[in-house]
């Protein structure tokens, strides 16, 4: 099993605020996803980082591959209650995709 | 219309009972999934599919199979429920994309309670 362990498990904050959220792993992946989850809902994609290093932007999303291919960081600029929602990460190796355990976000209005 | 779906959406049996939960896209995709989602768990892969004729157990196949009736259509079945298979369910497809690119999309899930 190829275990990817997310941080902070729950986070709720005010409006306007910054945040950043960890996904760490032992294992290297040859790609990484995040997904956002809302309630009564599946996963839907948001983005795929490939090469180690690699940085990619969403707006106000901002996500990172660490240089080994073993991380990933999610940062949200400006949070508004909109993103509030379930963010998941997921390593693919050898035609399987390996989920995290999420991170619950809440943005208070 | 949802590109995947799947019914029901909800169901409540007993200990003991069999239970099949069905999955069916438009997509048009060979790679078909069942995961499980368990509060602060994740997703765990159940078992996977890359074309009609191909079965595989992913991390969690304990006490589930699967069938693969058509290339639209992957239903999960447990054949003696048990109260710890209370969880939330998702079916997804991928497509393979160039440099591990592959792109899942996950249908609406079904709650199932095992009483």
């Known amino acids: 099993t190829q275990l990817l362990e997310q941080s902070p498990q729950f986070l709720s904050i005010q409006e306007g605020e910054n945040l950043t959220v960890y996904c760490n792993s032992s294992s290297v992946f040859s790609s990484l996803q995040w997904y956002r989850q809302e309630p009564g809902e599946g996963p839907v994609l948001l983005v795929t980082?490939?090469?180690?290093?690699e940085v990619k932007k969403l707006k106000r999303l901002t996500f990172q591959f660490g240089d080994a291919r073993k991380d990933s960081s999610l940062h949200i600029t400006a949070a508004q209650p909109g993103d509030t929602g379930l963010y998941l990460c997921?390593?693919?190796?050898?035609?399987?995709?390996?989920f995290g355990s999420g991170t619950k976000l809440n943005v208070k209005p | 219309d949802a590109d995947v779906t799947q019914t029901p959406r909800n169901r409540i049996t007993k200990t003991g009972k069999r239970i099949m939960l069905e999955c069916s896209q438009t997509k048009g995709h060979d790679r078909m999934y069942w995961y499980r989602q368990d509060p602060g768990l994740g997703l765990q892969l159940i078992y996977y599919s890359f074309d009609v004729k191909d079965i595989n157990k992913g991390e969690i196949s304990d006490g589930y199979s699967v069938s693969r009736q058509a290339q639209a259509k992957f239903s999960l079945s447990l054949e003696s429920a048990i109260p710890n298979q209370t969880a939330l369910y998702f079916c997804?497809?991928?497509?393979?994309?160039?440099?591990?690119?592959?792109?899942?999309?996950f249908g609406p899930g079904t709650r199932l309670t095992v009483l």
């Open positions: 997804a497809t991928s497509e393979p994309g160039p440099q591990a690119r592959d792109t899942q999309y």
């Open positions: 980082v490939v090469t180690g290093g």
């Open positions: 997921a390593g693919y190796n050898f035609n399987k995709f390996y």
